[in-house]
Structure formats: structure tokens, C-alpha cells
């Protein structure tokens, strides 16, 4: 793209954010009414991914307080992803039978060491953790080490295979006790956000840490790719 160009989609940009900002509601709303204000926002022509970010009265830095896991949602995110699974010889073809685009134990291993990296999630058993170790360096850095919280470490692999295959998703706080999520797709009908919207919501909720006091959901909004975001009642 010429700077021209990039120029010339950045200024359209700007005037159909500038635009939908003077849309936006000015206060929280439920989620169904939050849904419907997503669809009042100028949309560009493709179809743009909707997304849920909450705001938590946790402490980043306690250990206790972390919040890490993996939800699925009821009627998908609208794209898939793409799996590798580290298991034994005789797992392997059922790991590739559910959606795994590589499946294997040292050989694998060897060919991400190499430098291949055409996956989104990685799968693991638990006994194969201790050749997956190896690869801390590699994966670690882009949040793609298997861990039994996310539930990408588990004797089933070919069901987490499966899920994650199907869009299920890691969720984890960053350092401003944040939770991010996509929760479809802008083509997908209001029900459908809506019932993912709400799903999400309980989940961050029943996930709450013990040791947290005070207000624990403080903030809760949702945003199409090139929209304002629109805050919920949560």
C-alpha cells in the first residue's frame, strides 16, 4: 500500500470514527441495547469482529488474584484456529482426526525449534510437558505454552483439540487487571452476541478470586473492529 493510499484510508477513518462517536451512548446499557447501538455505528464493508473487555478490582501482581482460563462460547466466535498437539504416537492420529494440524511428541518439538510456527494454540498431555519444556523460550514469549488452567494441558487431547479447533478461547488479566475476549462476529444475529455476551460475563464472574475485595466487575464494554466501544451493565 503507497502512502497515498494509507493517507487516504486513514482519514476515512477518522471521519467514520469521529462520526460514530457522536453516537455513542453516554451510558451503560444492557447488553441487548448494547448490541443493538454496535449496529448504529457506520460499518466498513467487511465483516468486523465484536469484542468484550472488563475491567476488574483485582491486584495484577498477587498471585492469588490472577485470573487464567478458557471459555467457549455458545454459538462460536465466528473463526476458528489452528492447533498443534503434543502427545504420544498412538494419540496422534486421533488428535488430527479432531482438527490438529500437526500432531507428535519429539518431532515436533524439533520442527518448532527449527522455526516453524503455523499454529494459534498448543495442546498437550501431561506426560508430554517434559519434552514440551524445551520449548518454554519459544512459546512462553507468545502465550502459546500448554498450561492446565487454559485447559491445553489435559489427558484428552483430542476434545481439546476439538474446542479450541472450534474457537474456544485463553483468557488471562494483563498488568491493568484487564480481560479481553471476541465474542463474534458482526454478521452473527443479536441473540447470538447477546447470549455470548452474557456468557462471558458469568464466566469472568464465577471466576472471581476469594481474596479480592470491594467492587470486583468495575467496567464493562464491547467494540466491533473499527467502532467505538459501547459500555455494558455487567
Given at each position: 500500500?503507497?502512502?497515498?493510499?494509507?493517507?487516504?484510508?486513514?482519514?476515512?477513518?477518522?471521519?467514520?470514527?469521529?462520526?460514530?462517536?457522536?453516537?455513542?451512548?453516554?451510558?451503560?446499557?444492557?447488553?441487548?441495547?448494547?448490541?443493538?447501538?454496535?449496529?448504529?455505528?457506520?460499518?466498513?464493508?467487511?465483516?468486523?469482529?465484536?469484542?468484550?473487555?472488563?475491567?476488574?478490582?483485582?491486584?495484577?501482581?498477587?498471585?492469588d488474584?490472577?485470573?487464567?482460563?478458557s471459555?467457549?462460547?455458545?454459538?462460536?466466535?465466528?473463526?476458528?484456529?489452528?492447533?498443534?498437539?503434543?502427545?504420544?504416537?498412538?494419540?496422534?492420529?486421533?488428535a488430527?482426526?479432531?482438527?490438529?494440524?500437526?500432531?507428535?511428541?519429539?518431532?515436533?518439538?524439533?520442527?518448532?525449534?527449527?522455526?516453524?510456527?503455523?499454529?494459534?494454540?498448543?495442546?498437550?498431555s501431561?506426560?508430554?510437558?517434559?519434552?514440551?519444556?524445551?520449548?518454554?523460550?519459544?512459546?512462553?514469549?507468545?502465550?502459546?505454552?500448554?498450561?492446565?488452567?487454559?485447559?491445553?494441558?489435559?489427558?484428552?487431547?483430542?476434545?481439546?483439540?476439538?474446542?479450541y479447533a472450534?474457537?474456544?478461547?485463553?483468557?488471562?488479566?494483563?498488568?491493568?487487571?484487564?480481560?479481553?475476549?471476541?465474542?463474534?462476529?458482526?454478521?452473527?444475529?443479536?441473540?447470538?452476541?447477546?447470549?455470548?455476551l452474557?456468557?462471558f460475563?458469568?464466566?469472568?464472574?464465577?471466576?472471581?478470586?476469594?481474596?479480592?475485595k470491594?467492587?470486583?466487575?468495575?467496567?464493562c464494554?464491547?467494540?466491533?473492529?473499527?467502532?467505538?466501544?459501547?459500555?455494558?451493565?455487567?
Amino acid at each position: 500500500m503507497s502512502t497515498m493510499t494509507k493517507k487516504k484510508v486513514s482519514r476515512r477513518f477518522s471521519r467514520r470514527m469521529t462520526a460514530s462517536l457522536e453516537k455513542r451512548p453516554a451510558n451503560p446499557m444492557s447488553p441487548v441495547e448494547a448490541v443493538k447501538a454496535l449496529r448504529g455505528f457506520k460499518a466498513p464493508k467487511f465483516d468486523q469482529t465484536v469484542n468484550v473487555v472488563v475491567n476488574l478490582g483485582i491486584d495484577p501482581k498477587a498471585a492469588d488474584q490472577a485470573l487464567r482460563g478458557s471459555i467457549a462460547m455458545p454459538h462460536g466466535i465466528g473463526r476458528s484456529a489452528r492447533v498443534v498437539c503434543f502427545c504420544q504416537s498412538d494419540k496422534a492420529a486421533a488428535a488430527k482426526a479432531a482438527g490438529a494440524v500437526e500432531a507428535g511428541g519429539e518431532e515436533l518439538v524439533a520442527r518448532i525449534e527449527g522455526g516453524w510456527m503455523e499454529f494459534d494454540v498448543a495442546v498437550a498431555s501431561p506426560d508430554m510437558m517434559r519434552v514440551v519444556s524445551k520449548l518454554g523460550k519459544v512459546l512462553g514469549p507468545k502465550g502459546l505454552m500448554p498450561s492446565p488452567k487454559a485447559g491445553t494441558v489435559t489427558p484428552n487431547v483430542a476434545d481439546a483439540v476439538r474446542e479450541y479447533a472450534a474457537g474456544k478461547q485463553e483468557y488471562r488479566n494483563d498488568d491493568g487487571g484487564n480481560v479481553h475476549c471476541v465474542i463474534g462476529k458482526m454478521s452473527f444475529g443479536d441473540d447470538k452476541l447477546v447470549a455470548n455476551l452474557e456468557h462471558f460475563i458469568a464466566v469472568i464472574q464465577k471466576a472471581r478470586p476469594a481474596s479480592v475485595k470491594g467492587m470486583y466487575l468495575k467496567k464493562c464494554v464491547i467494540s466491533a473492529a473499527m467502532s467505538p466501544g459501547v459500555q455494558v451493565v455487567a
